[in-house]
């Protein structure tokens, strides 16, 4: 018997109703901040991301889809939104635009990652991105939008990391410190450590392994090292985000999992941490246009995975609301009654009310035991003595009362009363 491959799921009806209510809120924000939709490719060329997420990150090493075509081009699904939408930016001259152009949307990602709670190799995002202004304030309106997102979904508890990494100007004398300190502390972290160290020495301080902490935590920090712009933007950020009075820790041993990120970023936490980690972050990436092959155009954004929110609303007991079950179920009793009931179904349809007709020949206490399972309101019950004389009996499956009326006026009656 086939199954969902590893690291997939199925969304079945009943979890829909979580999915579109992350979906509608996300949208809805999105408007709020003056973000218009755009729908990029599922697969890539894999040149786009080995260049901009960065060919020494795990992603690139390890968890890309590539595959070739039939015309043997190198193509990738996607396992991020930003350099799709960085590259649509660049293709279609958005640059000539009123800028920041400001872009959300929301898209499956794929990586090959050990499956675990809110982490699969086929995820969905909720991206934004700003591309085209400098401005810090932009920084801090991208971060306010993500948690205002959250918020207004009902989550609570949740809490702003924040961090600067600097720039080209100021980062190489970091990074040189920074490999110094790890040289002579080599033998007390992992061999993932000590392999990244000399190939993309920031992504030591996102290692996960008990045994790199303590060298971690006494690592130098990259604020100590800001270039005068770098800390003045940082600086603007942070005072932004005060004036919001919103929950900020700083924290400065954090990195982001992509190359392309400059100065700052950010991640938003749930109260409880496993293995679902963080609830999205991003940051500003103020190379990635140019080196995608478009003029130096700064730009922030940040994502956030749908299935990671999903397991916190659930851990925090957010209601959402529940998809709408059919308003009128038909009982068509007999053949006769099975062309009325099409046909009837069909109007109120076209009047916009959700209608159902029993299927089968099966009995009348059959069929309104299945009207109340889908929580259905109405049924109208045809017979053949109803349709002798043109009329239908209503019942009201709550109330459980019901009334025999002309069929013009019980398709009146219902129409009405259920809208």
């Not at 392994?209 to 604020?223: L, M, S």
Request: charged content about 25%.
């Amino acid at each position: 018997m086939f199954q969902a491959p590893r690291g997939t799921e199925d969304v079945l009806p009943e979890e829909i109703p979580y999915w579109t209510y992350v979906e509608e809120t996300a949208r809805r924000y999105a408007r709020l901040f003056g973000y218009g939709e755009i729908r990029t490719p599922t697969f890539e060329d894999t040149g786009l991301f080995a260049r901009g997420v960065g060919a020494a990150t795990d992603i690139v090493e390890k968890e890309m889809y590539t595959f070739k075509d039939k015309g043997g081009n190198d193509l990738t699904l996607r396992p991020e939104g930003t350099a799709s939408v960085v590259r649509a930016y660049i293709q279609h001259g958005m640059h000539t635009r009123p800028q920041p152009v400001r872009l959300f949307s929301l898209i499956s990602a794929y990586r090959y990652d050990r499956p675990q709670a809110g982490r699969l190799r086929e995820f969905h995002q909720f991206n934004c991105e700003a591309i085209g202004e400098e401005d810090p304030l932009l920084d801090a309106e991208i971060i306010t939008m993500a948690w205002r997102f959250y918020e207004g979904l009902g989550l609570r508890n949740l809490t702003i990391a924040l961090n600067s990494i600097g720039d080209s100007a100021c980062r190489p004398a970091y990074l040189q410190a920074l490999t110094a300190f790890y040289e002579a502390h080599a033998g007390e972290v992992c061999p993932d450590c000590q392999r990244r160290l000399h190939v993309n020495p920031l992504r030591v301080l996102d290692c996960k392994n008990p045994r790199c902490q303590p060298v971690i935590d006494e690592a130098p920090k990259i604020t100590d090292y800001l270039c005068d712009a770098c800390a003045d933007h940082f600086a603007t950020v942070r005072s932004a985000l005060a004036a919001l009075a919103l929950p900020v820790q700083l924290n400065p041993r954090l990195v982001r999992g992509l190359d392309y990120y400059n100065r700052t970023v950010f991640e938003v936490w749930p109260p409880v941490v496993g293995s679902q980690a963080a609830l999205g972050g991003g940051g500003r990436y103020d190379g990635l246009v140019e080196q995608l092959g478009g003029r130096p155009t700064p730009a922030v954004g940040f994502a956030t995975g749908i299935e990671r929110i999903i397991i916190n609303l659930k851990h925090q007991g957010v209601a959402v609301p529940a998809a709408p079950a059919p308003r009128v179920f038909i009982v068509p009793l007999g053949e006769a009654a099975r062309e009325v009931a099409t046909r009837l179904a069909d109007d109120l349809r076209r009047r916009g009310t959700s209608s159902l007709i029993g299927l089968g020949r099966r009995s009348l206490r059959a069929l309104l035991r299945q009207a109340n399972s889908l929580d259905c309101t109405w049924a109208i019950i045809l017979g053949d003595q109803e349709v002798a004389t043109g009329t239908a009996t209503v019942r009201h499956m709550l109330q459980s009362t019901e009334e025999r009326l002309p069929l013009p006026q019980a398709l009146e009656r219902v129409a009405n009363l259920v809208q």
